[in-house]
């Protein structure tokens, strides 16, 4: 079912400074920030030939980022994020066999502008899971 690695998101408690290690250290193509308000973050996307890295900052109250760097300090990993070319189909499947959809369980438009949505870290060894639509080539 699932396709690609599309990305892997990190949790970060300084943006700036993982920009730079990023960008200088690692020589890696870095955006300019986003802000994603309806997701409580603010996001750098790092792109690499065969993936991305996802830089994620709180952005406003509530937001689940910062809930987890109150856990991890240091920040750490977030969420894998897999692609799949059905994201209703993927979730029907998923929850028959006792997945947990998170949120409302309906697909919501993520950072690229795709449907996606969440998979609870109990169902799957400790890790976050996103799947994300992306559309047949
Ligand atoms: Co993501």
């Known amino acids: ?13 300084d943006l700036n400074r993982a920009v730079a290690r990023y960008r200088d250290a690692l020589g890696a193509a870095v955006s300019a920030p986003q802000d994603l308000p309806e997701h409580g973050v603010r996001v750098v996307f790092v792109t690499l030939d065969n993936t991305k890295v996802e830089l994620l900052h ?26 799949v ?41 400790g890790t976050l899971i996103e799947l994300e639509e992306i559309a047949p080539t």
């Open 58 to 83: 709180p952005l406003g109250e509530n937001s689940p980022i910062a809930a987890y760097l109150a856990r991890h300090p240091d920040g750490g990993m977030h969420h894998m994020c897999f692609e």
């Open 85 to 125: 070319g059905d994201i209703a189909a993927a979730a029907e499947v998923l929850t028959g066999q006792g997945a947990r959809v998170l949120g409302d369980g309906k697909p919501r438009i993520g950072a690229h502008g795709l449907p996606v949505l969440f998979l609870h870290p109990k169902d799957f060894d």
């Open 1 to 13: 079912m699932i396709g690609r690695l599309n990305h892997v998101a990190i949790a970060v408690p």
